[in-house]
């Protein structure tokens, strides 16, 4: 399978604090985007990066690609409650989308 | 646009019963996904369709679930008969091509078959 996979599963952190969560995949890929989901809801896109990309911001959203380790990580920065959320990546492998397991992201007011 | 647009949003059913979601695509999108989730599987591609034509359901658990697009602005994922491992949140999505473009998700379809 060429899901990845997120790690933590669960986190819990003070707003205001940076939230880091991070994604491991299979094999080679073309992009790799992150995608929020709230509870009872769909999945929301909020970043994509390419292959040949190692970093790319979006507001409070820094996100790193390692290729080579087959890994990236999304970070968010001052944490806010409204982040409370379930954080997927997706990897393309040509036409086709695979999700990993998610982080649950819980920010305490 | 209103977005990717899905019914029934709750479905409760029981087992040996048909069941159908519908789904509707952004217009001009040209490709549309069926995503399957639950706790324990997480999210499962199921089937993708690229202008109206099934393109890879290696995703669909058996020969009790179907898909079907007989337009651009419609889709339909039946399973035939339901039994209570099927139930999950069941997700459409689509997109303007594939790979670099974006993923819009519908609110989901969850699914309790009793």
């Known amino acids: 399978s060429q899901q990845g996979e997120e790690d933590p599963q669960a986190l819990s952190i003070q707003e205001g604090e940076n939230a880091t969560m991070n994604c491991s995949y299979k094999?080679?890929?073309?992009?790799l985007q992150w995608y929020r989901q709230n509870s009872g809801r769909g999945l929301v896109h909020l970043i994509l990066?390419?292959?040949?990309?190692r970093e790319k911001h979006s507001g409070r959203l820094r996100v790193t690609l390692d290729t080579s380790k087959k890994s990236s990580s999304l970070l968010i920065t001052a944490s806010r409650a409204a982040d409370t959320a379930s954080y997927f990546c997706?990897?393309?492998?040509?036409?086709?989308?695979?999700f990993g397991t998610g982080t649950s992201l819980t920010v305490i007011p | 646009d209103a977005g990717v647009i899905q019914s029934p949003r709750h479905e409760v059913t029981e087992m040996g019963q048909e069941v159908t979601l519908r789904c509707k695509p952004i217009?001009?999108?040209?490709?549309l996904f069926w995503y399957r989730q639950t706790m324990m599987r997480g999210l499962e591609l199921l089937i993708y369709?690229?202008?109206?034509?099934?393109?890879?359901d290696s995703g669909m658990p058996e020969d009790r679930f179907s898909a079907k697009m007989p337009n651009a602005s419609f889709s339909t994922l039946k399973i035939q008969p339901s039994e209570p491992r099927d139930s999950a949140v069941y997700f459409c999505?689509?997109?303007?091509?594939?790979?670099?473009?974006?993923?819009?998700f519908g609110a989901g379809s969850r699914l309790t078959v009793l």
């Open positions: 217009s001009g999108h040209d490709y």
């Open positions: 094999t080679s890929i073309n992009n």
């Open positions: 369709f690229n202008n109206n034509v099934p393109i890879d």
């Open positions: 997706a990897t393309d492998a040509g036409n086709q989308f695979y």
């Open positions: 990066i390419r292959s040949n990309e």
């Open positions: 999505a689509s997109s303007l091509g594939a790979g670099a473009n974006v993923l819009t």
